[in-house]
């Protein structure tokens, strides 16, 4: 358990803030995060949730040509899912 918390606590480190793009479709799931990203400093990170299977695949390429990290992508049920990324 004390390995689960630390695991947590290291994944969820400097998040901002949390943005939920449910129901949001390409290209606005990516134009969002972005906007989210341009808010925060360099080495915070932002939580997005999304339920777009295709942003799934886009969001993370292009937010790594934009030169931030991709810390996570974790399922939540079968459609909705979050990025935790770092600028």
Same mark, same amino acid.
């Given at each position: %358990? ?6 947590? /606590?290291?994944? !969820?480190?400097? &998040?901002? =803030?949390?943005?939920?793009? @449910? !129901?949001?479709?390409?290209?606005? *799931?990516?134009? %969002?995060? =972005? @906007?989210? @990203?341009?808010?925060?400093? %360099?080495? $915070? /990170? &932002?939580? #997005?949730?999304?339920? +777009?299977?295709?942003? =799934? *695949?886009?969001?993370?390429? +292009? #937010?790594? $040509? ?5 810390? +996570?992508? *974790?399922? @939540? ?11």
């Amino acid at each position: %358990k004390c390995k689960k918390k630390h695991w947590y /606590r290291i994944m !969820n480190k400097n &998040i901002i =803030k949390e943005i939920d793009l @449910l !129901n949001e479709i390409c290209p606005m *799931t990516f134009v %969002k995060t =972005k @906007l989210a @990203l341009e808010k925060i400093n %360099k080495g $915070e /990170r &932002i939580k #997005v949730i999304y339920n +777009s299977q295709e942003a =799934k *695949t886009n969001v993370p390429k +292009s #937010v790594i $040509e934009m030169n931030h990290k991709i810390i +996570s992508i *974790t399922d @939540l049920d079968k459609e909705k899912f979050y990025i935790i990324i770092q600028k």
